[in-house]
Each structure stands twice: as C-alpha cells, then as structure tokens.
C-alpha cells in the first residue's frame, strides 16, 4: 500500500525530532564537561581546611625547621614559616619569594631516610588514596603564585619510595590535575600531547600508573557526563559493516611504509613469543616461533584447509601455505592486502571480506589480535562465524589481548585514549566471557596460555626503533610532532599495562565438538 504525503511528513517530522533530541544531548553534555574545567582549575583552599592548632605532639615527634629545609635542600631565606595539621600527620607551610612549599614536619621522615626500620610482623592497610592524592595536590597548589610554577616538579612513587617505580612529572600548567580529574586518562594523555606536562622518562611513568593501581580505573568526581559523551561517541564508532572498514582504515591504512620503520621483517603487528632458551633472540625469530605455535595449534598438515580472520600484512597466511595448505586470509585493510598480496607465494588468497561473510568449511580457523576490534557488541559474532565456518572436529587457534575481570566494568563504561586516538570501535576483551561465548557454541577450550610479558618485551623493541626511526627524520611526510608524541605514549602505555598485569595476551585452541555447521 503507498504511503500518503501526510503520513510521509509525519513519519519523517518523528524521526527529525528523535535526532534533533540526540544532538542536543550530546551538546549538553559537552557544554556541561567544558563548564566544569574552569569551576574545578579555580577551586582554592579556605583557612579551615586546615586544623590549627595542631593535636598535641611532643617535640620528638617533629623535625625542627631548620632541619626540614636542611632535608628539602632549600637554601633561599624563609619569609615565613607555619606547621600546619593536614589531618594526616604536620607539615611545615613554607613561604619563600614567589613561592609557598610543604615540607613534612614528622621525625619519620628522618627515621626513613636513614634507613633507621626495625625487622618484625606488622600490618598492611590497603586504600584508595588515588582521588584523595590529587585533590590533596590541588590544595598545597591553592596559594602558589601561578608565574612561579613554570618549573614545578611532582614526584609519584607506587608505594613507600623505597620499591618500586618512581616517576617525576613536571608540571607546565597546574590545571593539569583538574584535567585529570574532570576527564580521566583521556584527558591526560591530552594534556601530555598539549604540553601541559612533561617527564624525563616517560616510561617509569607509565611503569608506575600499571604498578598495581586499579583503582585507577575507578574514575573521579565529575567523570559521569564525560563518560556519557565519550560512550555515544563510542556507540556512532561501533563496528557495523560500513564503521568497521572506516575503523580500520583509520589504523592499519597509515601506510606500509610507516609499520615497516618499526615492525620486523615478518611485519607481524601482534605480539611475539620469546623462548629464554633461545636467548639471546631476534625479534623476527620470536615473531616467526608464535605463528609456528598457532598453526601447530591447528595440526596443520598438507591439504588442509585454513582461515584466517584478520591477516594483516600475511605472514601467517605465507607461513601456514609454506606447511602445504589452502588458505583463505581476509582482511578490510586496502594497504596490508596490497603489501601481502604483492609478498604472496603457494597457495594462499588475499580477500576483502568482512568476517561476517565468510562462508565454508574450513580444517583450521586461525585469528591473531583481531577480535580486540570487534566491540564487545560484536563478540557473538565472531563466535558464530568461527562455528560455523569450522568443520565438526576443527580446531581454531585465536590470540587474544584481555583485561583484568575486575576492571572490565569500569574501562567498557568508558573510551579511553586509544579508543579514541588509535583504535575507534575497539575494546579488550574479557576473557571468562569470551570462553562462556565460545563454549555455548560447541567450541571446547583448551590449552590456553598467557604471556603479557612477551608482549611487554615486543613493545619496547617496536617502541626503541621508532624512536630511531622518528629521531632520523625516516617517518613518511604528514606525521608531525603531535603524531610522533601520541604514538609513543600510545606505545608506552601498551607496555606499561603488561609490564603491571592490567592486561594480558592470550593463546587457545578451540575444538568445534557439534557435527553441524551452525
């Protein structure tokens, strides 16, 4: 039946009205998140926050003044000189020519720094101080004359300064912490690429921020709004057919001759598999043993017939047609189809295709860091394709980037910087989810191994040669400072988070134990 004009006009007045409801949204919520900045970046101290006098203490108790400048290294004279109740133990409020510092007043410190500890059984309390530390920074900043901190240095450690990483920031523009705390990691990684901090090693930064603290993923005061922004704009980057090709394009389509000034000769953008039998080893030869374990994985024999999801440049695809068999490698990169079908040899074919439709019956199904694209919307998906593209006792082997169980909530409910910078639409995987995923679909699970270690190994060596690569002016015209600067962070970070078990890579295989193809 034809639709009349009135119902024609009707039904499109409803649908502008649905859309004009979601900008908006999506303009209040930014409006609100931008609001915040400058409410938060102003918030200074008032007289009672801090506690005077100071509860009863006996001398013993305190540092004398003089040798609490003595111990900060601070010669200049003093124009004045206050000891002041934080709540959590005294500090001395030290007022020199442009400055205002904080000095801890406690004799604990002398006990610590001369390494004066008794052996013995004690207690361990563990919190949350993470929101509390920054919020305290904020305030011991509240009377500080803004010209003065051009060369503000921060010192972070992950613990008591004895063990451990140790980091040192130093601090460009103070609203940094409310940065911190209005957007998150985002946000700081922002204001990392804007100049607004800086540290002599970036890495022990990043080593400290992994070091343990999940409760880093706990977020801050005022994230709701930001959060609810960064989730539509990861909802309009969600892998449907036409997102996904865009998704990857966006990624692996900066072209081969940038992967090719960092990745090794295999040009295998996933992590290796370091043997300390073999050590010292290449970063080739560890690449080329973790593509040997998956297709040993699979028993792949002559004959055989394999898929595999996510090609990349097609080292795997050459490798597995090397031990005789049919491979069908799919990828929706134009530029690592064209490098891996120009290297082609034996019998393998290089498709554009979509995992979702693929259709045949395959030996073996192999997939190496793909599915962390996908989105967690997406993850049935995949499982079903494996299903049914295997043959009733085929196996899979899959590689897989997981995070921690415990923190999968908080990082799904949000976009972080990599999200939003390097990889649009994707997401980590959880992995008691994605064997629960796998083994509703008759695939078994088995044999599966972990080595996020390996991984942090494999990102150190990407992360050294491209740095020489960028420092030798070899990176192709078109990628600017900004550019080299997030992609090291990009790389650090990744690091980091393996180096602190946050996140973890995985192999297993899995068994197709129903007889149909579904």
């Given at each position: 039946?034809?639709?009349?004009?009135?119902?024609?006009?009707?039904?499109?007045?409803?649908?502008?009205?649905?859309?004009?409801?979601?900008?908006?949204?999506?303009?209040?919520?930014?409006?609100?998140?931008?609001?915040?900045?400058?409410?938060?970046?102003?918030?200074?101290?008032?007289?009672?926050?801090?506690?005077?006098?100071?509860?009863?203490?006996?001398?013993?108790?305190?540092?004398?003044?003089?040798?609490?400048?003595?111990?900060?290294?601070?010669?200049?004279?003093?124009?004045?000189?206050?000891?002041?109740?934080?709540?959590?133990?005294?500090?001395?409020?030290?007022?020199?020519?442009?400055?205002?510092?904080?000095?801890?007043?406690?004799?604990?410190?002398?006990?610590?720094?001369?390494?004066?500890?008794?052996?013995?059984?004690?207690?361990?309390?563990?919190?949350?101080?993470?929101?509390?530390?920054?919020?305290?920074?904020?305030?011991?900043?509240?009377?500080?004359?803004?010209?003065?901190?051009?060369?503000?240095?921060?010192?972070?450690?992950?613990?008591?300064?004895?063990?451990?990483?140790?980091?040192?920031?130093?601090?460009?523009?103070?609203?940094?912490?409310?940065?911190?705390?209005?957007?998150?990691?985002?946000?700081?990684?922002?204001?990392?690429?804007?100049?607004?901090?800086?540290?002599?090693?970036?890495?022990?930064?990043?080593?400290?921020?992994?070091?343990?603290?999940?409760?880093?993923?706990?977020?801050?005061?005022?994230?709701?709004?930001?959060?609810?922004?960064?989730?539509?704009?990861?909802?309009?980057?969600?892998?449907?057919?036409?997102?996904?090709?865009?998704?990857?394009?966006?990624?692996?389509?900066?072209?081969?001759?940038?992967?090719?000034?960092?990745?090794?000769?295999?040009?295998?953008?996933?992590?290796?598999?370091?043997?300390?039998?073999?050590?010292?080893?290449?970063?080739?030869?560890?690449?080329?043993?973790?593509?040997?374990?998956?297709?040993?994985?699979?028993?792949?024999?002559?004959?055989?017939?394999?898929?595999?999801?996510?090609?990349?440049?097609?080292?795997?695809?050459?490798?597995?047609?090397?031990?005789?068999?049919?491979?069908?490698?799919?990828?929706?990169?134009?530029?690592?189809?064209?490098?891996?079908?120009?290297?082609?040899?034996?019998?393998?074919?290089?498709?554009k295709q979509d995992y979702r439709d693929t259709k045949g019956q395959?030996?073996?199904?192999?997939?190496?860091?793909?599915?962390?694209?996908?989105?967690?919307?997406?993850?049935?998906?995949?499982?079903?394709?494996?299903?049914?593209?295997?043959?009733?006792?085929?196996?899979?082997?899959?590689?897989?980037?997981?995070?921690?169980?415990?923190?999968?909530?908080?990082?799904?409910?949000?976009?972080?910087?990599?999200?939003?910078?390097?990889?649009?639409?994707?997401?980590?995987?959880?992995?008691?989810?994605?064997?629960?995923l796998a083994q509703a679909r008759g695939l078994a699970w088995t044999?599966?191994?972990?080595?996020?270690?390996?991984?942090?190994?494999?990102?150190?060596?990407?992360?050294?040669?491209?740095d020489r690569a960028a420092s030798e002016g070899l990176l192709p015209?078109?990628?600017?400072?900004?550019?080299?600067?997030?992609?090291?962070?990009?790389?650090?970070?990744?690091?980091?988070?393996?180096?602190?078990?946050?996140?973890?890579?995985?192999?297993?295989?899995?068994?197709?134990?129903?007889?149909?193809?579904?």
């Amino acid at each position: 039946m034809a639709m009349t004009r009135t119902a024609l006009v009707g039904l499109l007045l409803r649908w502008h009205m649905r859309l004009g409801a979601l900008v908006s949204a999506g303009i209040i919520a930014w409006g609100l998140s931008g609001l915040a900045h400058p409410i938060i970046s102003r918030l200074q101290p008032v007289a009672d926050q801090h506690r005077y006098p100071l509860n009863a203490m006996s001398g013993s108790e305190l540092l004398s003044p003089a040798e609490a400048l003595q111990r900060a290294g601070i010669a200049a004279p003093v124009t004045a000189l206050r000891l002041v109740d934080w709540g959590q133990g005294a500090q001395y409020r030290v007022a020199l020519a442009g400055q205002v510092l904080w000095l801890d007043a406690r004799s604990a410190a002398r006990s610590a720094a001369a390494g004066d500890w008794d052996d013995g059984a004690g207690s361990v309390e563990s919190r949350a101080i993470l929101g509390e530390y920054v919020e305290r920074l904020l305030m011991g900043l509240g009377d500080v004359d803004r010209a003065g901190l051009a060369d503000l240095r921060v010192g972070w450690d992950a613990g008591n300064g004895a063990a451990g990483p140790v980091a040192e920031l130093a601090i460009h523009n103070t609203d940094v912490f409310a940065r911190l705390i209005r957007e998150g990691d985002l946000g700081f990684c922002d204001a990392y690429l804007d100049g607004w901090w800086d540290t002599p090693d970036l890495m022990a930064f990043l080593d400290l921020v992994h070091a343990d603290n999940d409760d880093l993923y706990d977020g801050f005061p005022g994230m709701s709004l930001v959060r609810a922004y960064e989730r539509l704009r990861f909802w309009l980057n969600s892998n449907s057919r036409r997102q996904a090709r865009r998704n990857i394009s966006y990624h692996y389509d900066l072209g081969n001759e940038f992967y090719g000034l960092w990745l090794d000769d295999t040009m295998t953008y996933s992590s290796a598999l370091f043997d300390p039998a073999r050590a010292p080893e290449t970063l080739n030869a560890a690449q080329r043993a973790k593509i040997d374990a998956i297709l040993d994985r699979v028993d792949l024999k002559q004959g055989d017939s394999l898929l595999e999801i996510g090609c990349g440049w097609g080292t795997l695809a050459r490798m597995a047609a090397d031990r005789g068999a049919k491979v069908d490698a799919i990828s929706l990169s134009d530029e690592q189809l064209a490098w891996a079908r120009r290297q082609s040899a034996g019998d393998a074919r290089f498709l554009k295709q979509d995992y979702r439709d693929t259709k045949g019956q395959y030996d073996a199904i192999a997939s190496v860091e793909m599915v962390e694209a996908l989105g967690h919307e997406y993850w049935p998906t995949f499982m079903d394709c494996v299903a049914r593209n295997l043959k009733p006792g085929g196996r899979a082997a899959i590689q897989f980037i997981s995070m921690k169980d415990e923190l999968f909530d908080a990082y799904a409910g949000s976009a972080d910087f990599i999200q939003a910078y390097i990889f649009p639409g994707g997401l980590l995987i959880r992995a008691s989810e994605f064997r629960e995923l796998a083994q509703a679909r008759g695939l078994a699970w088995t044999d599966e191994v972990r080595f996020g270690q390996d991984y942090a190994e494999t990102l150190r060596i990407w992360r050294e040669k491209f740095d020489r690569a960028a420092s030798e002016g070899l990176l192709p015209p078109g990628f600017d400072e900004r550019f080299k600067a997030l992609w090291r962070y990009y790389l650090m970070y990744c690091e980091g988070g393996f180096r602190g078990g946050g996140i973890d890579v995985h192999q297993v295989t899995l068994i197709k134990t129903t007889g149909d193809g579904a």
